[in-house]
């Protein structure tokens, strides 16, 4: 008998290893389709390219990060909180309102799991019990052969599986240069190549969902971001208990689930939905199939498994919080085009001007001007060689470098000093607002403001 209490605990009936029979069904193939887009996506990304960089990298060594194609640096830190921040709002919006769902249906760990090694498996070695008949029974010929050719397939996937994730943190030409140079030049390139493809091994053949149920933190995250009224893959047991077998001729008293298991044996995590709500539970819809098929055969409404909120199934309703989901699903909307809008309008140029420490005004009686001196850093954020000129937006001031520069370097950090200029009868007040202005072209690449210091002249 299922619980009524939906309270998330870790199940202990799974064994290992797992057999998982094979799924199949229409959300299986909504699945399907999701998660190979989704393998293409990740595929191809490393060798798209806006303005000479890649979509996107994830260079920790060197520090650079390149997101849609715009380059960031440590300098950017600021933007890299805000965005760590919005993705954790996400997060916990994402899963009070619909669950579980990224680890069903984009998690990488979940789509390559069971859209690519168990695909693999079922076509060597054939569906759940042929394999645990295999393993066993005796080291045949077969079985040998079979063993041999799985892991041979899986150590070469997880191979260019490796390469693909190195083409993100290093970038593809990098690696390119890894693959093609002598081994003598690139030992660390070669290491971590050999590190990451045995993890990725031992991930896919061997660890499985225990990565899911045990390591991943976002599974234990759920039991405190659900509520209620978070959807979640759920057994109606209102609708399902009593279970039993049906019986021809006979009167019974009976749920609709006739406990045939087989929501149990397509689960790839090895839970028992009708259990209540788990953490092992990564919301696939394999047992939502399974369950369906089984209805229609038995001439019974389908979804006894199927998205629910607890609310609704201990209510006995299908009345959804729609309004609860519109909302939160807009602020969902609203997160990331502020994230969107924080990536796409960071300038190229970031810059800092302040009045040089210990100095005043300086007047020139001879000329009838009065100076000022000021320093100023300016980081080129881009990754190309920027040329650049100061200029103020008042037509009165005129700048003159102390140490000349014209251009800036990829990620280079530089300082100068520089004199702001003015006659002496245009300036009205002892303190004078000043918008300087960093220029590439016709391109106006950040402005920096400060305040310009003389008394007034006659």
């Not at 645990?132 to 397939?153: A, C, E």
């Amino acid at each position: 008998m299922a619980s009524s209490e939906y309270q998330p605990t870790i199940s202990e009936k799974s064994s290992r290893p797992l057999y998982v029979k094979k799924p199949s069904g229409k959300l299986l193939n909504y699945r399907q389709w999701f998660g190979y887009f989704l393998v293409i996506i990740f595929l191809i990304m490393p060798f798209i390219k806006v303005n000479g960089e890649p979509f996107l990298l994830f260079n920790v060594i060197e520090r650079k990060f390149v997101i849609f194609g715009t380059v960031f640096w440590p300098q950017d830190l600021h933007i890299f909180v805000f965005g760590m921040l919005i993705g954790l709002v996400f997060i916990v919006l994402f899963t009070a309102v619909y669950g579980r769902v990224w680890c069903g249906w984009a998690c990488p760990q979940t789509i390559f799991l069971e859209l690519i090694f168990r695909k693999i498996e079922y076509w060597i070695e054939g569906d759940a019990n042929q394999q645990r008949k295999r393993d066993q029974g005796p080291n045949t010929p077969d079985k040998i052969f079979k063993k041999t050719l799985k892991h041979i397939i899986y150590f070469v996937i997880s191979f260019l599986i490796s390469n693909l994730f190195l083409a993100y943190v290093i970038g593809v030409d990098a690696l390119y240069q890894i693959i093609t140079e002598p081994v003598s030049q690139h030992i660390g390139g070669l290491i971590s190549m050999i590190v990451f493809t045995f993890m990725f091994y031992g991930v896919f053949a061997f660890v499985r969902e225990i990565v899911c149920t045990h390591i991943c933190p976002y599974g234990r995250l759920q039991g405190v971001l659900l509520d209620d009224q978070s959807l979640v893959v759920a057994y109606n047991y209102q609708r399902g208990e009593p279970r039993g077998k049906l019986k021809k001729g006979t009167e019974q008293e009976l749920g609709d689930c006739i406990d045939c298991t087989l929501c149990v044996q397509v689960c790839p995590t090895g839970i028992d939905i009708r259990d209540g709500l788990q953490l092992e539970c990564v919301n696939c819809t394999a047992c939502i199939d399974a369950c369906d098929s089984v209805m229609e055969k038995i001439d019974r409404p389908k979804r006894l498994i199927g998205f629910y909120s607890s609310k609704q199934i201990e209510e006995n309703t299908s009345e959804k919080n729609t309004p609860r989901i519109i909302s939160y699903s807009i602020v969902l909307v609203v997160l990331l085009a502020i994230f969107g809008w924080l990536i796409l309008s960071r300038s190229e140029v970031d810059g800092t001007l302040l009045r040089a420490k210990g100095t005043s005004y300086q007047v020139n009686q001879t000329e009838g001007t009065v100076n000022n001196l000021y320093n100023l850093e300016l980081i080129n954020k881009s990754n190309n060689v920027l040329p650049f000129v100061l200029d103020t937006e008042d037509p009165n001031f005129t700048i003159k470098l102390v140490n000349p520069r014209s251009e800036l370097k990829p990620g280079e950090t530089a300082k100068f000093s520089f004199f702001l200029i003015n006659e002496s009868k245009n300036i009205t007040t002892y303190k004078t607002d000043v918008r300087v202005k960093v220029l590439s072209g016709d391109r106006t690449l950040e402005t920096l403001k400060t305040t310009f210091i003389s008394p007034p002249g006659n």
